[in-house]
């Protein structure tokens, strides 16, 4: 009951016939509005797509560099294998020279 005639507001008359309500909109907008939002969402995918094949690109250039670098050091360190080696062998070929008889005198004086 309403005490005042002011706060007195009339019934709502509700109907209901077991379905709902479809909205007002127009099936257009929503379609539009779904194809709008799914070629805002190729496009941000496409932007991180290109994003991170930048960053493998830069990433694979770097190993690039560092995988030449490395092959020059090994280039340099078999060069000086080589050197090395070659040394090694002229210095065996010069013992190979001494006379025999020095060689048992040497021997000899191990055991």
């Known amino acids: 009951m309403c005490v005042n005639s002011t706060e007195w507001s009339a019934p709502r008359i509700h109907c209901f016939s077991g379905q709902k309500r479809k909205p007002n909109r127009p099936r257009v907008q929503v ?48 060069q000086e294998n080589l050197a090395l080696m070659s040394e090694f062998q002229k210095k065996f070929s010069q013992l190979d020279r001494i006379p025999t008889t020095l060689n048992l005198i040497r021997d000899r004086a191990r055991v």
């Open 31 to 78: 379609h539009r509005l779904a194809w709008r939002k799914r070629n805002e969402d190729k496009a941000t995918a496409g932007k991180n797509m290109e994003l991170r094949n930048l960053k493998l690109y830069m990433e694979n250039m770097s190993i690039l560099e560092e995988n030449e670098k490395l092959r020059k050091k090994a280039n340099l360190l078999h």
